[in-house]
């Protein structure tokens, strides 16, 4: 065997292993995508090919630890069921042999091609990293093509996460970089043919006064209505009261790239999403005309070792699939239509009226379900407080606008919040409750919170409370378990 072979027979051995261990998981989530076995991070490679749905993950099968991660490899017809494919990318090659880490695919000349990079690092952890291609005739199988882009002066080696797309019949790059002066920034490049690539330089960072940390990862650049959005993973931003307060964020900026001058024109930072558990999110733009983002739902760091799953050797999902649309120039999110071919019969309860006291769902809410919300509320509602099972809380308070999910730490237990501002207040709510996960949708997608969960799954209870006057409707679903 050789390096390759011998790497994907361990992988496939520990998949196999571990199989009934992983299943029996309590935790283990119905609609969510998660790895075999292992480590699963950065969604990768999502594209719509053929007519099928390809989503590529980091994935590391023999931990749940970060290591040298190899490209798994799920496909679907409908965003909803998953396929686990071949493994598509081993870490097996001199400039892939710590990690074939996260890039993006691109249809061309009939072929299904992945950008992703090579990490390789020496016995005195020195690292080098290299942009790398593979390609596949039918989307399954793909041989590496080897190195195309090396390290550019001005960056150290933690340049990586390529993003192609194309754009007036050119083909473009972006890397997430740090300057040798460790600042982040997202660095582009130009291709005729997608093998030589020119390095434009940076279209966003220190160069232009944008000082967001030390590192940026995972670039992503799209068209979303009638502006471009760039969305990446800074690392190393302060917290600042409500905002920044995960180990690492995601978000967004809107705006104009501009091709000629090499230079993104755009607003400020926003965070794509508000909870504790979202990072690294990839998008494509399927048949349809729908720009669809995945994200990791995790964030690097030390609550990643408290996660219950890794007694059961696996750990992390992807976020659901999530359309995104621009509104005012803010990115809002919508679970993908297709999830509602998950739900079984309805449970409505309209017009509930609540004043000043507590109002108890009268069925349990099951692991696997979604939950809508809909509040019409008077001028003297001052707070709305939901309760799900035993471990979260949604809360809203009318004078500060302010939005909060609250959850059990994984390392403490005690309450942990994040937040956000909701300028024209509480109208409605979507949740997606998987057995391990939250997802709140609030105000038809304008903030999303995703959180990690891991309720002692006695309590099913969900329990909403005001002060002063509102009026809801709530609409349950459970969703089929597969
Ligand atoms: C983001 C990231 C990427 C890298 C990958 C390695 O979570 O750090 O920058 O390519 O994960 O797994």
Known sequence: MNRDEELRYKAYQEIEQHKDLVESDPYRQHFHVMPPVGLLNDPNGFIQWQCTYHLFFQWLPFDTTHGAKFWGHYS???????????????????????????????????QLKLFYTGNVKD???????????????????FS????????????????RDPKVWEHESCWYMVIGAQTTEEKGCVVLFQSHDLENWECKGQIAGPTYGENLGYMWECPDMFVLGDKDVFLFSPQGLEADGILYNNTH??????GEMDYHHARFNGSSFVEIDRGFDFYAPQTTLDDHGR???FGWMSVPGEQEAYHPTINYNWIHCMTVPRELQLYNDKVYQTPVEELKQLREEPTTIANIQLSDQQYVWPSQVDWSSEVEINLNHSEEMTSFELELFDCIILSYNQNSREFSLYRNSLITEEKEFRSCHLPSGLQNMRMFIDAS?????????????????????TNQDMVIKSEGTVNVDITTWTLKKE
């Open 249 to 254: 964020q995601s978000g967004y900026m809107v």
């Open 123 to 141: 016995e005195h952890n020195n690292r080098e990293t290299y942009q790398c291609l593979a390609t596949s005739e039918d989307g399954i199988e």
């Open 291 to 293: 720009r669809i983002m």
């Open 437 to 457: 996960s939250i997802e709140v949708f609030v105000n038809n997608g304008e903030e999303v919170f995703s959180a990690r969960m891991f309720p002692s799954q």
């Open 76 to 110: 679907s017809t409908d965003l909803v069921n998953w396929s686990l494919e071949p493994i598509a990318l081993a870490p097996s090659s001199w400039y892939d042999k710590n990690g074939c880490y996260s890039g993006s695919a691109i249809n061309h000349d009939g």
């Open 144 to 159: 590496k093509q080897g190195v195309v882009i090396e390290l550019p002066e001005g960056y150290t080696a933690h340049f």
